[in-house]
């Protein structure tokens, strides 16, 4: 008999929903438990398996802190503005909002479908305006904290998008959303002054219960560099060019200056350089490569001396060349940099192409036979500074420079200002006001939310001015200060300021007067399991940590980290392919769950590889859980059949065989949940399944488990079994004449005295895939497991004539053959 998941499926889902089962009572909770996943932009394709991957990894362990006593919050929401959404509607000819609608209504409707316990009555979505209206509140309080600044910057420009980005949304020089590669724009924008807070990002990761990827990512992105600021005069001028260097100590072979050659500088120089032409047809030939083509050719060395102008080395007084070049940025540093060939690749051959003066200032070993010396070593004509090693020398030329004023100590960073405004249409508006008269004010607290019209073209122009600007209704308006006439802004926020803060709005939904209530944030807050994709990591996660360290100091909040542990996800690939519509490979969950239901389909994902690595979807393995699955549905049903015959746990020898495999599991699948080991967790119930299974006696005799656990125990085996497949479990357990509902039971307890057995259970595997389970002295080595295995049917079969050409032995564990 087939396991009726579909019926079961409707039948749980309402009554899930009317009991309010996963609600808990935000100001009564005893044991708050935030449990959180990234909320998901609801594409109109609808969910698809990564998502459900994500989602069902997360709801595991949120069900088994459940089972463990807490009061488990796990709130559901969509991250529908930002040009993912409206890029879509766009290309179906619809009204971004009316496209909003469709999508909102498919992918809760999906969510619902793959079993989460979701807290639906607070479920949320950053496009409605009692949303928006926070994000806008946001953005004022941030503007009076003096953490909103606007100005002209050369600023990252998508073409095809038609919108400024952040930095962190430019990947390897291209748009992170389309891939086209990213230009510079110089125009006037909004920005939040992340950079007030670089060290303090920075000095709070170590302590953070982060998966290590994220913190590494965030550290390389802030990017904290210490050295020093120095000037070097420009001849015979009162300008002076300013360098940021980690290596003040080799200051005496700087033997030329190179600035960008989109650095202000040279624009003041032209009518002392002698070459003009020259300069300026390599800055419009420079124009025509992105950054990223700069950065990615480092075989081509070009650039243009500015004849006429000289630079003066402060250490030694001697005149340098000034070049440009396109190898220097003006986005990063200072967008100059002092070229000291003898301790710089790129220097060195930049300098060997123009035949510049090479010095060195480290001494290398005498064997030493390279060209630039990166590594430490005694300082070499380098005057006062001799036989210094790299730290003594930098200590010494940074005070002398500074004595001098010719420099100081500075700490820089990679992380610059959160560029986010916007040129698109569906966001929420900028709540800023311009008046000739007072400047930039924000807009009154009680018009919020400045509600986004619904523009009939609502395309980007690519101008530089957001589709808004093209509706006087919405942009004229009057000064909140003078009354006078004035102009709203028209660009739109950057989707990633919806949302660095919506974990703190699912708690407070129900309040309509206060973003946040501080009772109810003080009782949740920080959240407590934040799981979510290592994409996000110098984005939303960045981000989150900004703004609750601005909250802080606004007195908004007591804390400055808005998440207790996070922990990042694998991607899921299907069959060695990483999945895209191009390809037509992307995996839909909802034919799946029609086929299979949502309890096959969430087990499935969680088995095909570590949660937190990832694994390969194969349309064949879904079969085997499926299998799995009906097998536990038919044991139960037919223990009934046999539970006069053998009455529970009656069998001494069976239940002495059984019960260490029992409380192993116990200690295992919680363990295993506890670290999202998941895949190894369900190995383990397959395990204990299997000896459950057996015949006791003959072939024809009832399952072995029958006769060696008692219904406390069987209903122990639903609750290890329940996270991961929470529908049959629940329906199960009903059978079992249990009391509603197995989510709320308490987790399983092992006693340790039934953990010894010289004995275990190991899986056997051919190309990962299972094909049983044999049990083996404790001590088995690989050579005796290896003959064991072999010899079993369903591995002669599997293995067929086919040459093994490799055997993995895990001692205590498994063993898996991995053919051709």
């Known amino acids: 008999m087939r396991y009726p998941f579909s019926k079961t499926e409707k039948k749980w889902t309402k009554k899930w929903l009317d009991t309010r089962i996963y609600e808990p009572d935000l100001d009564k909770a005893k044991k708050p438990f935030y449990n959180l996943m990234m909320f998901p932009y609801p594409s109109a394709e609808g969910m698809h398996v990564g998502n459900a991957y994500a989602f069902t990894g997360s709801d595991i362990y949120g069900r088994y802190k459940r089972m463990q006593g807490h009061d488990v919050f796990e709130p559901i929401g969509l991250d529908g503005f930002g040009i993912h959404s409206e890029n879509y509607a766009l290309k179906m000819n619809t009204h971004p ?25 607070e479920r949320l979505a950053t496009f409605h305006p009692d949303y928006y209206k926070w994000t806008q509140w946001i953005f004022i309080q941030m503007w009076k904290q003096g953490l909103v600044e606007r100005k002209k910057s050369s600023v990252n420009w998508c073409p095809s998008c038609k919108t400024v980005l952040a930095d962190e949304q430019v990947v390897s020089g291209r ?28 000095g709070n990761l170590e302590k953070l219960d982060w998966s290590e990827n994220i913190k590494i990512a965030q550290n390389n992105w802030i ?16 300008e002076k060019i300013e360098i940021f260097t ?58 243009v001396e500015l004849k006429g102008v000289r630079a003066l080395n402060p250490v030694n007084q001697k005149e340098i060349p000034i070049w440009i070049a396109d190898y220097v940025l003006a986005s990063y540093g ?16 930049f300098a060997e192409e123009f035949k510049l003066p090479i010095v060195r200032t480290v001494e290398p070993p005498k064997n030493f036979k390279g060209n630039a010396y990166l590594e430490d070593g005694p300082a070499i004509n380098s005057d006062f500074l001799d036989g210094l090693d790299i730290n003594g020398a930098k200590v010494k030329i940074i005070k002398w420079l500074k004595d001098k004023n010719y420099g100081e100590s500075k700490v820089n960073y990679h992380l610059r200002d959160w560029l986010i405004s916007r040129q698109r249409y569906w966001g929420a508006p900028i709540p800023m006001i311009y008046c000739k008269k007072c400047d930039w004010q924000p807009a009154p607290l009680k018009d919020l939310p400045i509600l986004l019209p619904k523009l009939k073209d609502f395309r980007p122009k690519g101008t530089g001015e957001a589709p808004l600007a093209s509706s006087s209704a919405f942009y004229k308006t009057k000064c909140p200060k003078c009354k006078g006439p004035a102009r709203r802004e028209t660009d739109v926020s950057d989707t990633f300021l919806d949302s660095s803060w919506y974990f703190y709005r699912y708690i407070n939904m129900d309040k309509k007067k206060e973003a946040f209530n501080k009772v109810r944030v003080k009782k949740w807050l920080p ?84 949660f937190q690595e990832g694994g390969d979807w194969r349309d064949g393995g879904i079969t085997g859980i499926d299998r799995f699955l009906n097998r536990i549905w038919n044991y139960f049903e037919s223990r009934e059949e046999f539970s006069k015959k053998y009455p529970s746990a009656s069998n001494s020898s069976a239940r002495e065989e059984i019960l260490p495999i029992f409380h192993q599991t116990i200690k295992k699948v919680g363990e295993d949940i506890e670290d999202l080991k998941y895949n190894t967790a369900i190995s383990q119930l397959m395990i204990l399944f299997n000896k459950m ?11 072995k488990g029958f006769a060696a656990l008692n219904s406390e125990e069987h209903g122990d085996f639903l609750k290890l079994l329940a996270p991961f497949t929470p529908f ?60 064991i295995a072999r010899g079993i049917d369903s591995v002669k079969t599997a293995l067929g004539k086919k040459k093994v050409k490799k055997t993995i032995f895990v001692s205590g564990r498994l063993i898996n053959f991995v053919i051709n």
């Open 223 to 238: 990017g904290k560099s210490e050295g020093a600021l120095v000037q070097f005069p420009i001849t015979e001028l009162e």
């Open 693 to 703: 299974e057996e015949p006791l006696g003959d072939r024809k005799g009832p399952a």
């Open 728 to 787: 049959i479990t629940e329906e199960l357990w009903e059978k079992l004449g249990n009391k509603y509902s197995v989510h709320q039971q308490e987790w399983p307890e092992y006693k340790d005295k039934n953990l010894i057995t010289d004995e275990i259970s190991l899986i056997i595997q051919v190309n990962g895939k299972l094909r049983g389970t044999i049990q083996v002295a404790r001590e088995v080595n690989e050579k005796e497991a290896t003959e």
């Open 97 to 121: 909002a009316e496209q909003a609608e469709v999508s909102e209504k498919r992918f809760f409707k999906q969510l619902q479908e793959i079993g989460n316990g979701f807290a639906w009555e």
């Open 527 to 610: 959240v407590d399991m934040y799981i979510g994709g290592a994409e996000h990591a110098v984005l939303h996660l960045l981000y989150s940590r900004f703004l609750a360290m601005a909250f802080k100091d606004m007195g908004l909040i007591d804390f400055e980290e808005p998440f207790t542990a996070l922990r990042s996800h694998g991607m899921i690939i299907k069959e060695g392919a990483k999945m895209s519509k191009s390809k037509g490979n992307v995996v839909v969950p909802d034919e799946y769950i029609r086929k299979f239901g949502a309890d096959t389909l969430r087990m499935y994902l969680m088995f095909i590889g570590p």
């Open 246 to 303: 980690t290596r003040p100590d080799t200051i005496f072979g700087a033997t030329y200056m190179v600035l960008a050659p989109e650095h202000p500088l040279v624009q003041k120089l032209e009518n002392k350089i002698s070459n003009k032409k020259a300069v300026e047809d390599y800055i419009t030939k420079t124009k025509s490569k992105t950054e990223n083509e700069r950065i990615a050719d480092i075989k081509s060395k070009t650039g």
């Open 334 to 349: 200072t967008g100059a940099i002092m070229a000291v060939p003898g301790q710089d690749e790129r220097d060195w051959e």
């Open 175 to 202: 748009c992170e959303r389309c891939s086209t590669d990213v230009t510079k724009k110089e125009l006037e924008q909004w920005f939040f002054k992340i950079t007030d807070y670089a060290e303090k990002l920075l």
